[in-house]
């Protein structure tokens, strides 16, 4: 099991490094919340802001979500778990960020908890991956010899249903939906500013919360994230209705792997699949 207080200790120390060397204007981390179930994002501009750093089991924010709210800062701080660093490199291969503008802290962790029910997500829903992909500095050893659980393991019940089943599944389950956009205020990949939802010229889809327009709205932004969802959960653990979104998610993301041998964000070298184009690639998308 991780040892968070050693990881926040690490934290800290290289957060102080970078901003009193000044190699970077602000670390983006966690700090507490209103209780310690629920530390909240941060960014840490001076010194003395790194004594508010926390990081602990509760810490499941995808903090590469922030990573564009300063587009001023030549260089930024991140800390990132396996899901926040499979994020960044998405974001590094659409060009929205500079791997050479970034340092990456890099969290190795395992016993990570959703605040809400207490259960361990590690295997639910952050792609089974423990290390970060890609990093700068480590703050903790390497996690060797955990049980592997395959992402899509949570997925054996979904696809027994038949395209009846999932239909009236997936209606029931949106029908639910206040339209909050919390879903896509947690993703780091919905960065795009108008979010098509948000247009009116032309107009998508009716903004209130009703099933056709909940329907529209969840099905573009399921396939807007096909072969980008780094498989975080933060989705489904913002949902304040408990919308299952991290299913629909992960179908995609198993087909898009099966069909194309990549899964989203785990190497710089890639490109997305549905931006890449190579003889060999599966044509079952097509059918």
């Given at each position: 099991m991780t040892d968070f207080k050693q990881i926040e200790n690490n934290l800290k120390k290289e957060a102080k490094k970078l901003l009193e060397s000044a190699e970077v204007p602000v670390v983006l981390a966690y700090t507490r919340g209103y209780d310690e179930k629920h530390p909240m994002p941060f960014a840490a501009k001076s010194v003395a802001d790194v004594e508010k750093i926390v990081f602990n089991e509760y810490c499941n924010f995808n903090m590469a979500r922030y990573i564009m709210r300063f587009p001023d800062a030549a260089k930024i701080a991140i800390a990132a778990k396996a899901a926040d660093s499979r994020a960044l490199v998405v974001l590094i291969q659409e060009e929205k960020v500079r791997r050479e503008d970034l340092v990456i802290l890099g969290i190795p962790a395992s016993g990570m908890k959703d605040p809400k029910t207490d259960q361990l997500i590690d295997s639910r829903t952050t792609g089974g991956l423990y290390n970060p992909v890609e990093y700068d500095i480590l703050l903790g050893e390497e996690i060797r010899g955990q049980k592997t659980v395959s992402p899509y393991a949570v997925l054996a019940d979904y696809e027994a249903m038949d395209k009846e089943a999932r239909w009236a599944f997936w209606k029931g389950q949106l029908d639910k939906c206040i339209r909050c956009y919390a879903c896509r205020k947690a993703c780091p990949m919905c960065y795009c500013d108008p979010c098509f939802i948000d247009q009116n010229k032309p107009r998508w889809a009716d903004k209130a919360p009703q099933s056709p327009g909940n329907m529209m709205y969840h099905l573009t932004?399921?396939?807007?994230?096909?072969?980008?969802?780094?498989?975080?959960?933060?989705?489904?653990?913002?949902?304040?209705?408990?919308?299952?979104?991290?299913?629909?998610?992960k179908k995609v993301a198993k087909e898009c792997e099966e069909m194309f041998g990549q899964a989203a964000g785990m190497k710089l070298e890639d490109k997305p699949v549905l931006v890449d184009f190579r003889v060999e690639d599966s044509d079952q998308i097509l059918k």
């Open positions: 932004r399921f396939h807007h994230l096909a072969g980008r969802c780094i498989d975080c959960g933060e989705c489904s653990r913002a949902c304040p209705v408990g919308i299952p979104l991290y299913l629909f998610h």
